[in-house]
């Protein structure tokens, strides 16, 4: 997603691109630098990960310490976003915006590309190969569908293997049915 905005004559082109990881992270503040060699500074922030053991950086590419790529990374972080990037490409004006009025400015910019952005929430699963009788196939079919559980395969044999997918949050009420039922359960 891409936003662009006008203060005070500079032009501030803004990127928002998901990311995974900082090599990733890098190659898009790279190729901002090539589709863009003559813009005045390229200024990025980026959080990966959950935010409580989250990996994050940020760069003010030649601003005054502090007036880029924190209030954009501080924009990031208000709004709980993770394995994003944010590249902020400024052609100056002529006109100097001071301290303030680049912090200001920096982060309206990350907030034009970010009001809008669509959350997509991450929510990780297990994997699951099951070995049952016949005659249990229905029950953990009725759990999957209670436990917001995928069924990817089923094969029939001399008994039913059921390979699942479900949130990582269910597993413990998997593992009692299985115990209780006496299936089989091999994770992946």
């Known amino acids: 997603m891409d ?3 006008i203060i005070n004559k500079s032009r501030f082109i803004t990127w928002l691109r998901p990311v ?4 990733a992270a890098m190659a898009v ?4 630098r090539q589709l863009y060699p003559d813009a005045t500074h390229h200024c990025y922030a980026y959080l990966l990960g959950n935010p409580a053991s989250a990996q994050a950086a940020m760069n003010d590419d030649g601003e005054p310490s502090g007036t880029a790529g924190k209030p954009i990374f501080n924009v990031i972080q208000h709004k709980g976003l993770s394995d994003v990037l944010v590249v902020v490409i400024r052609y100056f004006g002529g006109v100097k915006l001071g301290a303030g ?3 200001r400015a920096y982060a309206a910019a990350a907030e034009s ?3 809008d952005v669509e959350r997509i929430e991450h929510v990780p699963h297990f994997s699951a190969s099951l070995d049952m009788d016949f005659a ?5 079919r009725h759990w999957a569908d209670q436990h917001q559980g995928l069924i990817v395969d089923v094969q029939y044999g001399q008994k039913v293997t059921l390979a699942l997918s479900a949130p990582e949050e269910h597993f413990a009420d998997l593992e009692a049915l299985c115990a209780a039922e006496q299936i089989a359960m091999r994770t992946d």
């Open 3 to 5: 936003r662009e905005i």
């Open 20 to 23: 995974a990881d900082r090599d």
């Open 29 to 32: 503040v790279e190729e901002a």
């Open 101 to 103: 009025g680049l912090v």
């Open 113 to 115: 590309v970010l009001a």
């Open 136 to 140: 249990l196939e229905q029950r953990l």
